[in-house]
């Protein structure tokens, strides 16, 4: 009978796809990187280190050097000594998916990290996949109302487009962000954190979010005192979570803040595994996962990921590395200009230096025809501001000067806006037609 009882075990096992766990050992451990030996796996497995005394940790596989296999652990590497068992597990990194994430913050590996219960579901998902092939993707034709009228009017979002947010700090990308979280029509957010002071967490959730819109939220926090190998996961975990909302029939809207701080961990990860730096420091690595992490997001015939990414410039240069890299893998961006800001004008939106790719796709005719207006009366009331500050300017030298001069005014009023001040795309549509068309028919 117990012969029995044996071989229905493990048929049971082997059907379900058990494989026996190969076991090595810590050699050393050199800053953030513990090197094992004996731990036959590939790169990107999971491994768990026995801690003695302590609880386990899971350790991902991110290279080789010569005999020894290179494990970023997944949390705190105190308690690691040489020669403590390492096991490999035979899998890849995957996270608990589903709708009880809602209301819920998790960490970058997606473990819950509000004090609140373990996330438990039937569903898992590989953090690491392929992002759908092209075709699978659908046209993106239907705009997504953020509530901003400089953006819905000028740079208009659309469900699965990826949009960028460039500028340097403190000039009000957070805010923008919590502004276009309030007023989207998204059906689920997900809103990755990535470096950011732990203070701002609580603001961003009691702020921003508020208690409804948390009940359509999951947050992804790494902040800026958690190990380089969580920053680097979070916005994978962040995508992968997002892409289970799409799955379902979900518009989703993905918010990271930010990708530099994701580059800054890509830094530190490759360093420590021995990649060359190149430019500013980064590694190789970064310019080959920030297209696959983007490239995850889109829309799809099942549904849609809407992406809003934050570059913090160095040094307000929209020209260097990761903006450069940014910007041309992004379906737009949008420019926050540091003289609005000072100057009181939020959001600080440079309408002339943003665009959105979609443009001719997502407005009709008239409101491009009024978006192209009001450009143009910014771009001729730049031209000539320095001459009318210094009062140089005569009066009906330049008429189209003078129309600029006059609808400034309610050029202003219609893109400078409270960060709690919510605008509907139809408001925003009637607004702009009135704005292009102030002063018509006044005698100059």
């Given at each position: 009978?117990?012969?029995?009882?044996?071989?229905?075990?493990?048929?049971?096992?082997?059907?379900?796809?058990?494989?026996?766990?190969?076991?090595?050992?810590?050699?050393?451990?050199?800053?953030?990187?513990?090197?094992?030996?004996?731990?036959?796996?590939?790169?990107?497995?999971?491994?768990?280190?026995?801690?003695?005394?302590?609880?386990?940790?899971?350790?991902?596989?991110?290279?080789?050097?010569?005999?020894?296999?290179?494990?970023?652990?997944?949390?705190?590497?105190?308690?690691?000594?040489?020669?403590?068992?390492?096991?490999?597990?035979?899998?890849?990194?995957?996270?608990?998916?589903?709708?009880?994430?809602?209301?819920?913050?998790?960490?970058?590996?997606?473990?819950?990290?509000?004090?609140?219960?373990?996330?438990?579901?039937?569903?898992?998902?590989?953090?690491?996949?392929?992002?759908?092939?092209?075709?699978?993707?659908?046209?993106?034709?239907?705009?997504?109302?953020?509530?901003?009228?400089?953006?819905?009017?000028?740079?208009?979002?659309?469900?699965?487009?990826?949009?960028?947010?460039?500028?340097?700090?403190?000039?009000?990308?957070?805010?923008?962000?919590?502004?276009?979280?309030?007023?989207?029509?998204?059906?689920?957010?997900?809103?990755?954190?990535?470096?950011?002071?732990?203070?701002?967490?609580?603001?961003?959730?009691?702020?921003?979010?508020?208690?409804?819109?948390?009940?359509?939220?999951?947050?992804?926090?790494?902040?800026?005192?958690?190990?380089?190998?969580?920053?680097?996961?979070?916005?994978?975990?962040?995508?992968?979570?997002?892409?289970?909302?799409?799955?379902?029939?979900?518009?989703?809207?993905?918010?990271?803040?930010?990708?530099?701080?994701?580059?800054?961990?890509?830094?530190?990860?490759?360093?420590?595994?021995?990649?060359?730096?190149?430019?500013?420091?980064?590694?190789?690595?970064?310019?080959?996962?920030?297209?696959?992490?983007?490239?995850?997001?889109?829309?799809?015939?099942?549904?849609?990921?809407?992406?809003?990414?934050?570059?913090?410039?160095?040094?307000?240069?929209?020209?260097?590395?990761?903006?450069?890299?940014?910007?041309?893998?992004?379906?737009?961006?949008?420019?926050?200009?540091?003289?609005?800001?000072?100057?009181?004008?939020?959001?600080?939106?440079?309408?002339?230096?943003?665009?959105?790719?979609?443009?001719?796709?997502?407005?009709?005719?008239?409101?491009?025809?009024?978006?192209?207006?009001?450009?143009?009366?910014?771009?001729?009331?730049?031209?000539?501001r320095d001459l009318v500050e210094i009062g140089a300017y005569q009066a009906g030298t330049?008429?189209?000067?003078?129309?600029?001069?006059?609808?400034?005014?309610?050029?202003?009023?219609?893109?400078?806006?409270?960060?709690?001040?919510?605008?509907?795309?139809?408001?925003?549509?009637?607004?702009?037609?009135?704005?292009?068309?102030?002063?018509?028919?006044?005698?100059?």
């Amino acid at each position: 009978m117990k012969s029995l009882i044996d071989m229905a075990s493990c048929q049971k096992a082997i059907q379900a796809g058990v494989h026996a766990r190969y076991r090595g050992s810590v050699e050393r451990v050199t800053g953030i990187l513990v090197e094992a030996t004996g731990v036959p796996a590939a790169l990107g497995e999971m491994c768990r280190i026995q801690r003695g005394g302590q609880d386990s940790i899971e350790a991902e596989v991110v290279g080789f050097r010569g005999h020894t296999t290179l494990l970023m652990p997944h949390g705190d590497i105190s308690g690691i000594a040489p020669k403590q068992p390492v096991y490999a597990l035979n899998r890849d990194f995957q996270i608990p998916v589903g709708p009880s994430l809602l209301g819920r913050l998790v960490d970058g590996f997606g473990r819950a990290h509000d004090g609140g219960p373990d996330i438990h579901e039937a569903s898992w998902r590989r953090v690491h996949s392929d992002a759908p092939s092209p075709t699978e993707r659908v046209p993106i034709q239907d705009p997504l109302q953020t509530g901003v009228r400089v953006i819905d009017g000028l740079i208009p979002l659309g469900r699965g487009q990826r949009l960028g947010i460039f500028a340097g700090s403190g000039v009000g990308k957070s805010t923008l962000l919590g502004q276009v979280t309030r007023g989207t029509e998204a059906d689920v957010i997900v809103c990755c954190l990535v470096g950011e002071r732990g203070r701002e967490v609580q603001d961003f959730v009691a702020e921003v979010l508020g208690e409804e819109g948390l009940e359509r939220s999951v947050l992804v926090v790494a902040t800026s005192d958690r190990p380089p190998i969580e920053r680097l996961t979070a916005p994978f975990t962040a995508v992968t979570i997002a892409e289970s909302f799409r799955d379902q029939g979900k518009n989703v809207l993905l918010l990271m803040d930010s990708v530099t701080r994701y580059a800054a961990a890509s830094r530190e990860v490759g360093l420590a595994v021995g990649e060359p730096p190149t430019v500013r420091g980064l590694p190789p690595s970064f310019f080959a996962t920030v297209p696959q992490l983007i490239e995850r997001m889109g829309r799809t015939t099942a549904g849609s990921i809407t992406g809003l990414i934050t570059v913090l410039v160095d040094g307000d240069d929209p020209n260097e590395p990761v903006a450069d890299t940014l910007r041309g893998l992004l379906d737009g961006h949008i420019f926050l200009n540091r003289d609005l800001a000072q100057k009181g004008h939020f959001p600080a939106v440079d309408v002339l230096e943003s665009i959105s790719r979609l443009n001719t796709t997502l407005l009709s005719p008239a409101q491009r025809a009024n978006a192209q207006i009001l450009r143009s009366d910014l771009a001729s009331y730049q031209e000539g501001r320095d001459l009318v500050e210094i009062g140089a300017y005569q009066a009906g030298t330049n008429p189209t000067l003078d129309n600029a001069l006059m609808r400034m005014p309610v050029i202003n009023a219609f893109l400078q806006q409270d960060p709690h001040d919510i605008t509907s795309l139809a408001e925003t549509t009637q607004m702009l037609d009135m704005v292009a068309h102030a002063g018509e028919g006044v005698p100059q």
